[in-house]
């Protein structure tokens, strides 16, 4: 079983979306025995609380739950999980200067990096913006959770 970890800033809009979304696809290819998926925050701002209303009545509208609780990030989870995918720059440099060694370096990768429209780029913070934001934040992870599901999946069928 792979351990994956998704993380954000706050752990109420970004990374709670990336793990409903990518535990749907895996339930739905019946491959949820393969994979661990969590998801967390930098900081702790939001701990205990549900995500973010508009991020789960967005994710409603497409017939996605997100039911994560904000949690922040742990020396534990860097040391549990085999991926932690991160949604953006500032986060992704947060979690390389949280690690005390270079295995745990090499588990860090950006969510985007598989992307072919815009590689390595962060997921837009939808926090401050409109309902457009948080549509166009499900849109991006959506797409991005596929490419991750596909490659994984072609990376443990080697
Ligand atoms: P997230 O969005 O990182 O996608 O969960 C944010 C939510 C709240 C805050 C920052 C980012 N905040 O600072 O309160």
């Given at each position: 079983?792979?351990?994956?970890?998704f993380?954000?800033l706050?752990?109420i809009?970004?990374?709670?979306?990336?793990?409903?979304?990518?535990?749907?696809?895996?339930?739905?290819?019946?491959?949820?025995?393969?994979?661990?998926?969590?998801?967390?925050?930098?900081?702790?701002?939001?701990?205990?609380?549900?995500?973010?209303?508009?991020?789960?009545?967005?994710?409603?509208?497409?017939?996605?739950?997100?039911?994560?609780?904000?949690?922040?990030?742990?020396?534990?989870?860097?040391?549990?999980?085999?991926?932690?995918?991160?949604?953006?720059s500032?986060?992704?440099?947060?979690?390389?200067?949280?690690?005390?060694?270079?295995?745990?370096?090499?588990?860090?990768?950006?969510?985007r990096?598989l992307d072919?429209d815009?590689?390595?780029?962060?997921?837009?913070?939808?926090?401050?913006?409109?309902?457009?934001?948080?549509?166009?934040?499900?849109?991006?992870?959506?797409?991005?959770?596929?490419?991750?599901?596909?490659y994984?999946?072609?990376?443990?069928?080697?």
């Amino acid at each position: 079983m792979k351990k994956i970890l998704f993380v954000c800033l706050g752990n109420i809009c970004r990374s709670p979306l990336a793990e409903a979304l990518f535990r749907a696809k895996v339930d739905s290819q019946n491959l949820s025995d393969n994979f661990y998926i969590d998801s967390c925050g930098t900081n702790g701002f939001h701990n205990g609380e549900r995500a973010d209303d508009r991020t789960r009545k967005n994710a409603s509208t497409h017939g996605i739950e997100v039911d994560s609780i904000s949690r922040q990030l742990t020396l534990g989870d860097l040391m549990d999980f085999d991926l932690i995918v991160t949604m953006a720059s500032d986060v992704h440099f947060q979690v390389l200067n949280f690690c005390r060694t270079q295995e745990q370096k090499d588990k860090i990768h950006l969510f985007r990096e598989l992307d072919p429209d815009a590689p390595n780029s962060n997921i837009p913070d939808p926090w401050y913006g409109g309902d457009e934001g948080f549509e166009n934040v499900f849109q991006i992870i959506d797409k991005n959770a596929d490419l991750w599901v596909n490659y994984l999946n072609a990376a443990s069928n080697e």
